[in-house]
């Protein structure tokens, strides 16, 4: 009987030449992805970390017994519901936005099992594809059943089955990304950017973010998904290898395309999160602290491994982490009811805090938060008085990243309008439409929110929009965590105080 | 038929869609556009309307300045 040692390269290793059919048949470039060359410039794929299958298998059966322990330990309800009520609403965001984007993973990567062009990278594709359905099932099993706590836990399994405009921006990723994708650039944009730039770190952040906050089941979940991501990343880093090899300026293209995509969502995703869903004396760091030390700094190294250059666009990006989550988050609670999950305001404290943390556009910012303060002053609390202090008008969004248009600062909003074969589109920023113009027929004909209302396929009455496209209702749509009821609030309106 | 334009108020987070008339003055539009961001940005008496990086006299008609649907237009403190 042959030894691990012996018998793992041979398993790992098992191309043959056809004989009745080409290989660009077996692997056509429109689905394998370019550049196509044949599987002589791919033989040599390796990943770094090796692992048969029975091996795998004890591993994930380890780390899932861990979960289960913490989750019966510390996930009952009843543990949820001694949680800080914003971050409480932070795992309502991660609740939707993560389970059925990890089943597009598995999509991906089984696109990756069958159209990679090595069986080493084939095979890793297909321990990747489990590791997606374990992050789609860790996340269900865990959240769902808060249902019974919070009726917005419902978005759990209901998100990405909707037309909510956060669900159509994040599917409008996602599918790009995973599900519509070939073999190349998805292990490129998903293993070597998505992971390696962004989750991989992020989830450590998260980690430590959700120990602060004493919420230990969803850090061990998220430590748990991250040891399984940490191993998988590794495939996009030969297959950009080699693409950098053979075809560099369209190497340099992936990366900045993709970075730029993610950037946008995970900013949204984590920046609020942080800044704004945790409370104050939990934050161990500012969104932008976390990414100049986590996802910049590394992004550069795997940058220079790969002799690529920064993107194009890496002053503006740098700009953006000063303002533009800041800029999504007072437009998002302004327009709260279109989403599932609750808000809070800050309060003097936590705004004396951004803007020791963030000193360049505050001001702007401040000025916002007052004058949303002044109305709920204004108004009074109370949840019959919500919608007093709420937009009307329907706000607008980015064509690419379908995003509401908040780039740039207040002071100067950097949307763009463009004409594209005699149709006008706009873009909340110059990375996006340069995306778009590089592969117009692949976002040309994506409609997003505004356009559906333009053209009667989506409700232009809020109330209609929220129930009808949003599937929201009174019980899930989000509201203001306290309804405006904030001491400091009170405090202000008694000229004695 | 209301005109369908890209609003942007200077200090507000957000571009919104304001429905314009074409026979309504830019003074009348960038009131409605500030009406609709009030919740965020403080109402200013003095402003100026831009479209096209040009500042628009504000008696001029919509129809006048040439405003077409989708078309961005600003509205800065003035």
Known sequence: MLSREEWLPLARKLDWDYSYVREDEVFPEVISGRPWLPHSEWKDWEESFKTSYREYVDNQYEKDMAVQAVHDAVGRIENVQKLALPWLNSLKVHAAALPLAEFTGVIGNLRGARFGRDSAWRTMATFGALDEYRHTQIPLLLFHPLLRLDSQFDWAHKFYHTNNWFAVAARHFFDELTVGQNAIEFHIATNVVLETGFTNLQFVGLASLARESSDHMFERMVTSIQTDEARHAQIGHPVLATVMKHDPKYAQYLVDKWFWRNWRLFSILTGLSIDYLTALDQRPYSFKEFMEEWIIDQFLRTLDEFGLEKPWYWNLLLDELDIYHHMIYASAYSYRATLWFNFVIPGPAERKWLRQKYPKYWDDMDAVWEQISERWRTVGPGPANEFAVHGTALPTFCDLCQLPLSAGTPRKNTARVFVHDGRKYIFCSEPCQWIFLHEPERYANHKDIVKRVLSGEAPAQLPNLLTEYFNLTPDTWGKDVHNGDYEWLRARKDPAA | ?78
């Open chain 2, 1 to 78: 038929m209301p005109i369908p334009l890209y609003g942007f108020l200077q200090g507000d987070t957000v571009g919104l869609l304001i429905l314009a008339e074409e026979a309504e003055t830019l003074q009348a539009l960038a009131r409605k556009l500030q009406d609709a961001a009030s919740l965020r940005v403080e109402r200013r008496d003095h402003v100026q309307v831009v479209y096209n990086d040009k500042t628009m006299d504000p008696t001029m008609t919509v129809a006048q300045a040439g405003l077409q649907a989708l078309d961005r237009f600003d509205v800065l403190s003035g």
